[in-house]
């Protein structure tokens, strides 16, 4: 199929942690990339670091608003000419027992990630069917999307949400020569928003460690003995969307240093 001379790809969530990681990985390697996040001026500055808005822009998009996600799937057509590679990267974690979660809790995840990612993702196999030059669509689910663990199950059934999505997608658009991947991190404590964000000092409280041991703490708890950053992340989305790997759809990568079983 024809393709753009440059790749253009939009991130959700991309003004800081995992999402920037993304973000930087695919600009270094040519592509251009909007930057959407829910505050416009981080995510102008995050594209700003990337260089010129030849090369990246900043959006505002909350990925519960459809408008939001629509003027963000255009601002990628308009500022650079097209769309092919869409990552599924917003999020939050509130980690919260069951009987703390509250419905508002549950409506909140769900509505960011397993229903903000089927919009972004519906709003851009849009685009990239008319386009008819394949494209992909990466999903950042969680380890958590497969293993159960405390304190986490709004956070944890919409991660499991989105899994089943990249296989249910990979299905129905493999024929427009679209793939459909997701990864699996753990783990990733530096450079995460998320920890920052209170999730780290929760989840330090669960395992009984001080919170700016945690990273050190998951760093042990794997099989490698390796802690996970967001370039780890970023890594596997340059794989999956990567000249190599042009005949794999549906699958999920784990960026978890490795994962003991029980
Ligand atoms: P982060 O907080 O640094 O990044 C999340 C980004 O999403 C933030 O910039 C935030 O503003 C944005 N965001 C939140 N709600 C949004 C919304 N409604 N619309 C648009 N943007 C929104 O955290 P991170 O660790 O980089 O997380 C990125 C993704 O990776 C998340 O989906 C998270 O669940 C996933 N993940 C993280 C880890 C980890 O260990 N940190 C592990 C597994 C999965």
Redesign the pocket.
């Known amino acids: 199929p024809a393709s753009h001379a440059t790749r253009i790809a939009l991130v959700?969530?991309?003004?800081?942690?995992?999402?920037?990681a993304i973000a930087t990985r695919l600009a270094a390697e040519g592509a251009c990339v909007v930057i959407?996040?829910?505050?416009l001026q981080?995510a102008q500055d995050a594209a700003a670091e990337l260089g010129s808005t030849d090369v990246a822009i900043g959006v505002a998009?909350?990925?519960?608003s459809p408008t939001e996600i629509q003027a963000a799937i255009d601002a990628c057509v308009l500022q650079f000419g097209g769309l092919d590679l869409v990552v599924?990267?917003?999020?939050?974690?509130l980690s919260k027992p069951l009987l703390e979660t509250t419905d508002a809790d549950w409506d909140l995840q769900h509505?960011?990630?397993a229903k903000?990612s089927f919009m972004v993702s519906r709003a851009a196999a849009r685009v990239l069917i008319d386009q008819q030059m394949g494209g992909d669509i990466i999903y950042?689910?969680?380890?958590?999307s497969v293993f159960a663990g405390p304190n986490n199950i709004a956070?944890s059934a919409t991660?499991a949400d989105q899994a089943h999505q990249v296989r249910l997608l990979a299905v129905e658009l493999g024929e427009h020569g679209i793939k459909v991947n997701g990864i699996?991190?753990?783990?990733?404590?530096r450079?995460?928003?998320?920890?920052s964000?209170g999730w780290g000092a929760k989840r330090a409280a669960v395992y009984g460690v001080p919170e700016e041991e945690l990273g050190a703490y998951y760093a042990k708890r794997t099989i490698l003995g390796r802690e996970?950053l967001?370039d780890h992340?970023a890594n596997a989305v340059a794989v999956l969307t990567g000249a190599d790997l042009t005949h794999t759809t549906g699958l999920h990568i784990p960026v978890d240093a490795g994962v003991a079983a029980a």
Do not use: E, H, Q, R
């Open positions: 959700t969530g991309a003004a800081s942690g995992i999402g920037k959407a996040d829910l505050d981080k998009a909350n990925v519960t599924n990267n917003a999020g939050l974690s509505n960011v990630m903000g950042i689910s969680s380890k958590n956070y991660k699996n991190p753990d783990g990733v404590v450079g995460s928003g998320i920890f964000g996970v967001p992340v």
